[in-house]
């Protein structure tokens, strides 16, 4: 966990290392390499999971689940070093946010999944959602069926489906229908 935790009403805010933005990009680093070590696949190491992706500690209220309203400039200086850190450390799986950021879901952002993650940090590990937030997707508003809540996660780039059921229950159908791409799936 190492999302920036700024208001202390935020129930998460101790899993964190706290609100220091450098603190907090050491940190995910150091995780990474505690976890991982050098060679993965030692009985002795663990895939680190980098969560969440990105701005959960924002939640406005310290509400947690809430969404996150703030400028790109915020966003890029404040919330997003320590993931790039912990990129550069070679952690193997990211965990997205629940939350939204200025209405955009974290959990079907293409922004943040396909064009910062897979694009510009040239990520190639695996996307897990938050537990139970492709169905969510409903409650954002952002979709309106639970196929097309998994649809709209997996096109953005979400490899694995916490909790939520709807990868299983509805993307043999979505291949079927021409909704994704068997190429997306695999």
């Not at 980098?50 to 969404?67: C, E, M, Q, T």
């Not at 799986?93 to 897979?118: A, H, Q």
Request: proline residues 2%; hydrophobic residues 35%.
């Amino acid at each position: 966990m190492i999302d920036i935790g700024r208001d202390a009403r935020w129930g998460r805010v101790a899993e964190g290392a706290g609100e220091d933005t450098y603190l907090t990009s050491r940190y995910a680093a150091a995780k990474v390499r505690g976890f991982q070590g050098d060679d993965i696949s030692k009985t002795d190491k663990i895939a680190a999971c980098a969560k969440h992706f990105v701005a959960y500690g924002a939640a406005i209220g310290g509400r947690d689940y809430n969404s996150a309203d703030m400028s790109l400039q915020t966003l890029w200086e404040t919330y997003m070093p320590p993931f790039k850190s912990a990129v550069d450390a070679g952690v193997a799986t990211f965990m997205t946010s629940f939350n939204d950021i200025n209405g955009d879901p974290c959990t079907t952002s293409e922004y943040l999944l396909k064009d910062v993650l897979r694009g510009e940090w040239n990520f190639n590990g695996t996307v897990i959602s938050d537990s139970g937030a492709i169905g969510e997707l409903l409650a954002h508003g952002s979709a309106s069926e639970r196929n097309e809540a998994a649809e709209q996660a997996i096109n953005a780039g979400i490899d694995v489906d916490m909790s939520s059921m709807c990868y299983t229950e509805n993307l043999e159908e979505s291949v079927k229908n021409g909704n994704i791409s068997e190429d997306v799936l695999n």
